[in-house]
C-alpha cells in the first residue's frame, strides 16, 4: 500500500457528504437577509461589519450541534422535540415556526418583486409567475432534484462578491471596522443587530439541515466532514453577508436616506455603475426564489412531522391534505399579500425577523437540552466548553430578543 | 365503551375511602396478538415510579377508584421489562402494517375486551393530537386515522423497546409490500426493518426496492449481512445490486459468500450493463448428448433444480455446445430408454450474450418463452434468462409500483365495503 497524500477517495466521500451545511446556510442569506444587510450598510456604513464574524462562529456552533443530533439519533428534530418534550410543547413551537415561516415567505416574495422592479418588471408579474413556478418545481421534482437544483443557484451568490470589488470600498476602513466592535446605544442600532442575527441564525434551518442529514442517512464515521461541510457553510454565509453589508456601505453610507431595499439598487447605478446593481438584482432574485421553494415545503414537512400527519409530495391531496394545506397557504399568502396595493416592503422583512428572533433562543434551548440527553445522544453530548460557549450565545440572543420586542413595541422612525 | 389514554393520564387515584393516592402517570401493558392487556397502573412516589396490579381498580369515573385502604397499598417498583404505554408508546412513531406507512401515536385507546381492559387501538389523526391539547374537535373530514393494534409494530431504532413489543407483523408481508414501507422510513429505520427480516425475505425485499433505497440500506447494515442476504438472491439480481456499490466495498462482500456464488456473480460482472450476459442466471440443466430420458429424469432427481431452472432440459455435445432443447413435458412423457438427442428440438432459440437485454425480452415474447438459453460467440450455453428476469428488467420500475399500490387500495376498499 503506497500512502497518498491526495486521494480521489476522500474527495469522493467528501463530496457525498457535503450538501446539507451548505444549502442551508447558504439559503440563509435569503431575500430579507439580503435586505437587512443592505440596510444595514446604508444606514450605519462599516460600523456593522464586526457582527459578521461572532454570527459566523454562532451559526457554526449551532448547527453543528444540529448536525450532530441528526447524525447520532437519525431523527429530525420535529420527531425528537415531540418525544421528548410532549404535545403542547411541539404544537407550540409549530405554531411559531409556522407564522415565522410564513412572515418569511412573505418576505421571499417580497424580494421577487424587488428584483424584478429592478429590471422594470411589474410585481404584478414577477410575483404570480414565480409562486407558480415555485408550486410547479415542488410538485414535478424530486426533492432530491431540486435540492441539486439548489445547490447550482448557490453560485448566483457569487454576484454579490464581485458586485462588492465593483463598488471599491475603502479596505482600511472595512479592515478595521471588521476587527474592532463599536456599539452605538440608539434604538435603530440595536433593531440592526438583531435583524442580522435573526435572519442569518433562523429556528427554521436548524429543523432543515437536521433534516437533510437524516435524509442523506449520514453516519458517525462521517461525522468530521459534516462538521466541514457545516463550517464551510457558514463562512460562506460569513462571506456574502460581509460583502453585501461592504458593498452598500461604501456606495451609500451618508449620501441618501436608503429606507427600501429597491433605492438600494437603484443607488448603486450612479455609484457602483450599471453592471454592480443588475448583479445585485440577480442575486436578490434567486436568493428570494430559492427561499420561496424551500421554506413551504420544508416547513410543511416539519409541522406534519411534529403533529404525526402524512406528508410527503408523493402522495395525493386525499393521502396528506393538511401537508397540501400547509404548503399551499404559505405561497399563496405569501404571494397574495405582496399584491395588496400600496403595502410597504420593509416592515414585512422587519415583522419577519422579530418573529423568527423570539423563536430562536426557544429552539436553540430544546436543542441544548436533547443534546445533553445521554440518553439520547449516548457519548456524542456536548462538551462543557461547548455548552459555555452556546449557552452565552443563548443569553446574548435573548436579550438582544427582548430589546427587540420592547424597542419595536415603542413608536420610532426606524 | 371506550376511554383514551389521554383522559386517563393525570386522573387522581383514590382508595376505597375516596382517599388521594396519587395521580395516574403510565399504565404497564402486556402485549398481545391483537389486544394488549393493562396490567397495572403507575403513579409517582417519592419521585420514584411505582406500579399497583389493575385488578385493584375498582372503577373509572372521574377518578382512578381502588378498592383497598391507602394504608394497605404495596406498590412495586418498575420492572426493566415492562413497557409502559406512556413512556413506550405516547407520542412515538410506530407502524401501520396494513396501510404500509409510519404514524405517530396521538392518542391510545382503550376498552374492555373479553372482561379484560386493553389497548384496542392508537389514534393517529388531527382529533388525537387536538385532544392531547384540550381541543375537540366535532368533525374532521376524511380518514380519522385510528389503527388497530393488531396492525401496528413498534419502529424503534432503541433495541430495547424492539426486544419488549416483538410482534414480527412486517416479516409477514409480501415483500413487495415491505419495499414500499421502506420509502417511508429514514435510512437508520430502513436498516432495523431489514435486520428484523430473514435472509430470504430481506433478499426478496431489497430485488422489490427503489435504487436509491437499497444502497441507503446497504450503507447501513453490516457487510457480513449483505452477504449472507446476496446469496438467497438470484446471480442477476445480486449482480445488479452489486454494481451499484464502490468497487472496493462489493469485493469485500463477495469475499464473504461462498466461492461457487462469488465466481457466478464474476461471471454476470463481467458483462456490460444492458447486455443479455447481465441479466442471465448462470444455473442450468444441461446434460450430454448420449443421455437417455431416463438417465436425464434420475440427474434431475439428484440436482433437485430450483422451478425456473427446470421448465427445459438443454442438451450439449462434447464441445459443451448447445445443440437441442426438451421440455420437461417431452422429457417425462417420452420411453425411458430413447437416447435425448432423438427426439429433443434442435432447432433452439437462443440469445448471444453480448447482445441487448431488450432481444432477449423480444424472443422471448415472439416464441412465447419461458426460459431462454444465453451462448457465447462459440455457441456455448453459458446462462438461462427466464421470463421474470425479463419483465423485470423491461417494464419500467413505476409501473410495478404503481399496480401494487392500486392491488391493496383495490382490496383495502373492497374491505370497507364488506
Known amino acids: 500500500m503506497k500512502i497518498k497524500f491526495f486521494s480521489w477517495k476522500a474527495v469522493l466521500l467528501f463530496l457525498a457528504v457535503v450538501g446539507p451545511g451548505i444549502i442551508t446556510a447558504n439559503v440563509d442569506n435569503d431575500a430579507s437577509g439580503i435586505a437587512t444587510y443592505s440596510l444595514a450598510g446604508a444606514k450605519f456604513g462599516y460600523l456593522l461589519l464586526w457582527t459578521v464574524i461572532p454570527i459566523t462562529i454562532l451559526m457554526i456552533l449551532v448547527q453543528d450541534m444540529a448536525a450532530r443530533i441528526g447524525i447520532v439519533t437519525g431523527k429530525g428534530l420535529a420527531d425528537l422535540i415531540r418525544e421528548n418534550f410532549g404535545v403542547k410543547i411541539t404544537f407550540l413551537i409549530m405554531v411559531g415556526l409556522f407564522i415565522a415561516n410564513l412572515m418569511t415567505t412573505i418576505a421571499e416574495f417580497a424580494g421577487i418583486a424587488v428584483a424584478g422592479q429592478i429590471f422594470g418588471i411589474s410585481k404584478f408579474i414577477t410575483v404570480p409567475v414565480c409562486a407558480f413556478a415555485a408550486w410547479w418545481l415542488i410538485k414535478r421534482l424530486k426533492y432530491k432534484t431540486l435540492e441539486k437544483v439548489f445547490l447550482i443557484l448557490i453560485i448566483f451568490y457569487l454576484a454579490y462578491i464581485i458586485s462588492g470589488f465593483l463598488a471599491k470600498p475603502d479596505w482600511t476602513n472595512v479592515a478595521k471596522s471588521t476587527l474592532s466592535p463599536t456599539i452605538k446605544f440608539e434604538p435603530v442600532y440595536f433593531a440592526f443587530l438583531i435583524a442580522i442575527i435573526g435572519t442569518s441564525i433562523t429556528p427554521w434551518m436548524q429543523f432543515y439541515l437536521q433534516g437533510a442529514i437524516v435524509e442523506k442517512g449520514l453516519k458517525i464515521e462521517h461525522y468530521t466532514l459534516s462538521r466541514i461541510d457545516v463550517v464551510m457553510g457558514s463562512i460562506m454565509t460569513g462571506v456574502v453577508m460581509f460583502f453585501i453589508i461592504m458593498v452598500t456601505a461604501s456606495t451609500m453610507y451618508g449620501k441618501s436616506d436608503v429606507t427600501d431595499i429597491g433605492q438600494v439598487a437603484s443607488a448603486l447605478v450612479p455609484l457602483a455603475g450599471i453592471y454592480a ?44 391534505p393538511q401537508f397540501y394545506i400547509i404548503m399551499g397557504f404559505l405561497i399563496l399568502i405569501g404571494a397574495c399579500i405582496l399584491m395588496v396595493p400600496g403595502i410597504s416592503l420593509i416592515p414585512l422583512f422587519i415583522l419577519s425577523q422579530v418573529v423568527n428572533g423570539i423563536l430562536l433562543p426557544f429552539i436553540v434551548v430544546f436543542m441544548v437540552l436533547i443534546i445533553n440527553n445521554k440518553k439520547i445522544m449516548k457519548e456524542y453530548v456536548n462538551s462543557f466548553l461547548m455548552n459555555i460557549a452556546i449557552m452565552a450565545g443563548v443569553v446574548v440572543l435573548t436579550i438582544l430578543s427582548v430589546l427587540l420586542v420592547i424597542t419595536s413595541l415603542l413608536p420610532q422612525k426606524v | 365503551m371506550i376511554i383514551h389514554f389521554s383522559a386517563l393520564k393525570g386522573k387522581s387515584i383514590v382508595d376505597v375511602e375516596n382517599q388521594f393516592v396519587s395521580k395516574l402517570e403510565d399504565v404497564v401493558i402486556i402485549d398481545g396478538e391483537k389486544f394488549a392487556e393493562v396490567t397495572a397502573i403507575v403513579y409517582r412516589a417519592n419521585g420514584d415510579k411505582v406500579k399497583l396490579p389493575w385488578k385493584l381498580v375498582d372503577s373509572l369515573n372521574k377518578y382512578v377508584y381502588l378498592h383497598i385502604k391507602k394504608s394497605a397499598l404495596q406498590p412495586e417498583k418498575i420492572n426493566q421489562n415492562d413497557i409502559l404505554l406512556s413512556e413506550h408508546i405516547l407520542d412515538k412513531q410506530l407502524i401501520d402494517v396494513d396501510g404500509l406507512k409510519v404514524i405517530r401515536v396521538n392518542d391510545i385507546i382503550m376498552a374492555k375486551v373479553y372482561d379484560k381492559f386493553s389497548v384496542v387501538s392508537v389514534d393517529a389523526g388531527i382529533k388525537g393530537f387536538a385532544r392531547r391539547l384540550g381541543i375537540d374537535i366535532p368533525f374532521v373530514k376524511g380518514n380519522p386515522n385510528i389503527i388497530p393494534w393488531e396492525f401496528v409494530e413498534p419502529l424503534q431504532t432503541d433495541k430495547n423497546l424492539k426486544l419488549k413489543v416483538s410482534r414480527q407483523k412486517i416479516a409477514k408481508l409480501h415483500p413487495a409490500d415491505i419495499a414500499d414501507l421502506l420509502e417511508e422510513l429514514s435510512p437508520k429505520e430502513r436498516a432495523t426493518v431489514i435486520g428484523s427480516l430473514d435472509d430470504q425475505t430481506a433478499a426478496r425485499t431489497l430485488v422489490e426496492s427503489e435504487p436509491d433505497i437499497r444502497k441507503s440500506v446497504f450503507d447501513n447494515i453490516k457487510t457480513l449481512r449483505i452477504a449472507a442476504v446476496l446469496e438467497k438472491m438470484s446471480f442477476d439480481e445480486a449482480a445488479d445490486l452489486l454494481s451499484l456499490m464502490p468497487d472496493e466495498r462489493a469485493n469485500e462482500i463477495l469475499k464473504l459468500t461462498s466461492p461457487e456464488f462469488s465466481a457466478k456473480i464474476a461471471e454476470v460482472l463481467g458483462y456490460s450493463a444492458g447486455s443479455a450476459g447481465r441479466i442471465m442466471t448462470p444455473e442450468f440443466i444441461a446434460v450430454p448428448e448420449d443421455y437417455t430420458a431416463e438417465l436425464t429424469i434420475n440427474t434431475l432427481r439428484e440436482l433437485m433444480p430450483k422451478a425456473e431452472h427446470a421448465y427445459y432440459i438443454y442438451i450439449v455435445n462434447k464441445e459443451s455446445k448447445l445443440i437441442g432443447v426438451l421440455s420437461m413435458r417431452e422429457l417425462v412423457t417420452s420411453k425411458p430408454d430413447r437416447k435425448v438427442t432423438e427426439f429433443m428440438n434442435n432447432r433452439v432459440i437462443k440469445v448471444l450474450d453480448k447482445d441487448p437485454k431488450e432481444e432477449a425480452a423480444k424472443l422471448i415474447v415472439k416464441y412465447n418463452l419461458m426460459v431462454l438459453p444465453v451462448v457465447d460467440q462459440f455457441d456455448h450455453l453459458i446462462g438461462i434468462i427466464t421470463m421474470d428476469d425479463v419483465l423485470a428488467n423491461v417494464v419500467p420500475r413505476s409501473w410495478r409500483k404503481i399496480s401494487y399500490k392500486k392491488i391493496r387500495k383495490r382490496r383495502k376498499s373492497k374491505s370497507a365495503a364488506k
Open chain 1, 277 to 320: 446593481a443588475k448583479l445585485f438584482a440577480i442575486g436578490l432574485f434567486f436568493a428570494a426564489f430559492l427561499g420561496a421553494c424551500i421554506l413551504p415545503i420544508s416547513t410543511a414537512y416539519f409541522i406534519c412531522e411534529g403533529i404525526g400527519l402524512e406528508s410527503g409530495i408523493n402522495k395525493s391531496f386525499d393521502e396528506a
